[in-house]
């Protein structure tokens, strides 16, 4: 049989062919990934009191600490930004923006063999009064507001999420820096708060476990209620880009989520529909795992996000952002943040941590 592929795509085709293992055909080890930080930047009490979160607009960028007076950090999405070694992201290759109806086809082979591969996990049992435990590595960029900005000290976090239906205001639990910080969300009306349901902006298992794992539907779905979120906020029309804000999104639900097989598979699927998404081949983690990447660039805000797997077995390993060009925040290439899942799994109370007996994830 001849071989009808030739010139730029035969040697794509042939680069991501060294570049991935052959398909598996067996189970692989466990694993998958968490990450990234949603954060939320919001005036507090004088004291530094951060206990109380309000919810920010969903879309996720990167990670910026401020640390003049009355700006903190919190959030319902919080994720993990982390850091190690260089300081400087390898340059950007030209990523396919513009009129495309999917993903460039190296990105959509890599996506399909990840959604193969995490279609094979085990499905978890988890009930709505338990809740979903990652512990990670985070870092993320620190600097006046306007100026250059560079990465924070790595550190490690834990995180307690709720799986109740809801509405729900206490969502759930930090553990950073020797200090526990209960993440509440919810408005005042009147005398009575308002919690969160499970959904978009708290995606516990079993929603997760709900959403269609038809790719194309399910991309659908995502677009229908980012764009009913955005007319609640009053986006501008001009501060949207419907591939950046998919991307974002099943990046969100990929981080500090236990994800069901099915989901995930469909998610890697439905992204690989997404312009703009290209193959980022090689991705360092927050704890220094190479691995090949699946990135989309920002080109509003002028950065790059990569979504990072293990290049042999295609687990989730972490994410990193980088600039894209030269901007206040610093120089082209400059890292924004990077992050390593280390563990996940379901636990029954608010500071208990995985046993030994118990079903976990670890990387």
């Not at 980088?322 to 943040?337: C, E, F, P, Q």
């Not at 390593?340 to 030994?356: D, G, I, T």
Request: glycine share 8%.
């Amino acid at each position: 049989m001849n071989d009808r592929t030739s010139g730029p795509e035969r040697a794509e085709h042939e680069e991501l062919a060294r570049l991935l293992p052959a398909p598996a055909e067996r189970d692989l080890p466990p694993g998958r990934h968490l990450h990234h930080k949603d954060t939320l930047m919001h005036l507090i009490d004088e004291d530094g009191d951060r206990t109380t979160a309000s919810p920010r607009p969903r879309l996720l960028r990167p990670a910026v600490l401020l640390p003049a007076a009355g700006l903190a950090l919190g959030g319902v999405l919080l994720t993990t930004l982390a850091v190690t070694g260089q300081d400087r992201a390898p340059a950007p290759s030209a990523a396919a923006t513009g009129s495309l109806a999917t993903a460039p086809r190296g990105a959509a082979v890599l996506l399909d063999r990840v959604a193969s591969v995490a279609a094979k996990k085990g499905e978890q049992k988890v009930t709505d009064d338990q809740f979903v435990y990652v512990r990670t590595l985070q870092t993320g960029s620190e600097g006046e507001l306007g100026g250059p900005l560079k990465l924070t000290e790595p550190s490690e976090r834990e995180v307690w999420m709720s799986q109740k239906a809801g509405p729900v205001i206490d969502v759930g639990l930090i553990h950073e820096d020797g200090s526990y910080f209960p993440i509440t969300v919810g408005v005042p009306d009147g005398e009575t708060p308002v919690g969160y349901p499970a959904g978009l902006n708290r995606p516990t298992y079993t929603w997760l476990a709900s959403l269609p794992t038809d790719p194309d539907v399910l991309l659908r779905r995502l677009t229908t209620e980012i764009t009913r979120d955005q007319d609640a906020r009053d986006t501008p029309a001009k501060e949207r880009d419907q591939a950046q804000d998919a991307f974002d999104t099943i990046g969100e639900l990929l981080r500090e989520t236990l994800m069901p097989p099915k989901t995930a598979a469909a998610l890697y699927k439905a992204a690989a529909k997404i312009p703009g998404v290209t193959v980022d081949s090689d991705a360092v983690d927050a704890a220094g795992r190479h691995g090949i990447g699946v990135a989309h660039d920002d080109t509003r805000s002028g950065w790059r996000t990569a979504w990072i797997f293990d290049s042999t077995t295609l687990e989730y390993l972490g994410e990193r952002s980088y600039l894209i060009r030269d901007t206040s925040m610093g120089k082209k290439g400059t890292l924004l943040n990077k992050s390593a899942v280390l563990e996940r799994a379901v636990v029954n109370a608010l500071r208990e941590k995985p046993s030994a007996e118990e079903p976990s994830t670890t990387t």
